[in-house]
């Protein structure tokens, strides 16, 4: 912002030659009156043109909160047809003491001015135009999004202030301040989701930002948002950036080599293959199907080999139609420290990789690192194990459930699914669960039925 205003105080005076200077600048501060007066002239423009006009709405700085202003009623009128409005229009609003000002369409054709005076000063401003035009678009969107930006509300009031000390004229002011406005606008006006750009998150500062943006999409992100709280997981985010908003995020898992990513925008889904495949050894992709599917293709352009087919089933569970299941042999239990190396080969098992030969360091790491696991043992020997990252907010992910294939078939799988989930449930008052498993996994999909699960949607998980 102190570039802004170093950029803007040293404009030359030769540049502003062609300005009128007629009016001066004085701000006010914040005025509660002004909303009231806005609605009592609307009443009285409304008399005369009810009929002719679409919209009438309040906009300008004193249409924003606790912002300091000069002290003048901008209106925004939207019509149908400014044909229409030249012929209809002028002169009613004439009738009530307005003075059309015609020498402005010069530079803004689309608009028709006008203004009222009170006591010798200006009182009202009327911008009359076309309804949804790039005029009245702009107009509104500015208005709309300071009003829910109140650190930008003070930026701009204290640039106000600081070019009214400035400004020998009201043209020279709103010339001066129209960079500002721009940059307001860019950010306001809904844009082309190809607009954008990736940048590295730093966690230290953006972790807040990154998890109040997937926290509407919970269900859809659990993987980032919990990975993400816990600041013990190495990991490196990514951020898509639109203006100032967050319209995308990816996460690098060193650990698991693999790639997880959500964005409602498939072109960012794709930017983000292309960006984190150049910075990372990617060997899995993770994701919601709406996200993950066109990065996968994106992948596979590159030159990454699948080694199966990646899409898998994506079930919920509302804990409202949780069914909770006992195993009748064995005994379910919190994984304990010495049961790690047990559960890493329980995991190649469900990697489809063979159980023989030593446990390594990062197959450890990634049983640390499962926040929730839960086991079933039967004479000494871990035979079932089911793992979660944890809770996020009042929903959690189920990641992995693993079963030794000669306890198959027993219900082991529900038994320790049913203690995982009570678990979340009891201690964390959750209220929903996902989980995913191969289109084929017909047993598994069984098994999260009968625990109340449901197919809602497709997911990846992509092994390269």
């Known amino acids: 912002m102190e570039e802004l205003y170093s950029s803007l105080l040293n404009l030359k005076k030769n540049d502003l030659t062609q ?4 009016d001066s600048v004085a701000i006010s501060g914040y005025n509660s ?8 002239e609307s009443k009285l423009i409304l008399s005369v043109l009810n009929g002719w006009i679409e919209s009438i709405d309040h906009i ?23 044909k229409d409005a030249d012929r209809h229009c002028v002169e009613r609003l004439e ?6 000002i015609k020498k402005y369409e010069e530079k803004i054709p689309e608009r028709r001015f006008f203004v009222k005076y009170k006591d010798g000063n200006r009182f009202v401003h009327i911008h009359l135009t076309e309804k949804n035009n790039d005029f009245w678009k702009r107009h509104i969107a500015f208005r709309d999004y300071l009003r829910k930006k109140p650190k930008i509300v003070k930026e701009y ?9 400035f400004c020998e004229s009201r043209e020279e002011y709103t010339f001066a301040k129209s960079a500002f406005i721009k940059t307001i606008e860019k950010k306001a006006l809904p844009s082309n989701p190809n607009h954008f750009q990736i940048e590295k998150a730093n966690l230290e500062t953006d972790r807040d930002k990154i998890i109040d943006y997937l926290k509407p999409h919970e269900l859809y992100s659990l993987f980032l948002i919990a990975n993400l709280k816990d600041k ?15 319209v995308g995020v990816a996460a690098y898992f060193p650990l698991f080599q693999s790639f997880s990513l959500f964005s409602e925008y498939p072109q960012i889904s794709k930017k983000f293959a292309h960006f984190v495949s150049k910075k990372h050894d990617i060997k899995a992709l993770i994701g919601i199907s709406f996200s993950a599917k066109f990065a996968y293709e994106e992948f596979l352009k590159l030159g990454y080999i699948s080694k199966k087919d990646p899409r898998h089933v994506f079930m919920e569970l509302n804990l409202r139609n949780f069914k909770f299941f006992l195993s009748k042999e064995g005994n379910v239990r919190p994984v304990e ?7 890493a080969i329980l995991n190649r098992y469900l990697q489809n990789l063979s159980p023989e030969g030593p446990i390594t360091d990062i197959e450890r790491n990634k049983v640390h690192f499962s926040q929730v696991k839960y086991c079933l043992e039967i004479d000494n020997k871990i035979v079932c194990s089911a793992v979660s990252n944890g809770i996020v907010f009042k929903n959690f992910q189920i990641l992995g459930v693993s079963t030794h294939p000669d306890y198959r078939k027993h219900g082991f799988a529900k038994a320790v699914c049913s ?18 498993t191969g289109y084929d996994n017909i047993p598994a999909i069984a098994c999260y039925h009968a625990l109340g699960f449901k197919i809602t949607n497709e997911y990846y998980l992509a092994n390269f």
Do not use: C
Request: no cysteine; charged share 30%.
């Open 19 to 22: 300005k009128e200077m007629k």
């Open 33 to 40: 009156q002004w909303p009231l007066l806005y609605k009592e």
């Open 60 to 82: 300008g700085s004193t249409s924003i909160p606790n912002l300091a202003s000069k002290p003048i009623i901008d209106i925004l009128i939207g019509v149908k047809s400014l």
């Open 95 to 100: 009738s009530i003491g307005y003075q059309y």
């Open 157 to 165: 009031e204290e640039l106000k202030r600081k070019l009214a000390t």
């Open 232 to 246: 013990d997981f190495p990991s490196t985010y990514y951020l898509a950036i639109r203006g100032d908003e967050i």
């Open 337 to 343: 420290e010495k049961d790690v190396d047990s559960i």
């Open 419 to 436: 203690a995982l989930i009570k678990h979340f449930l009891e201690k964390n008052n959750a209220k929903n669960g996902v989980i995913f």
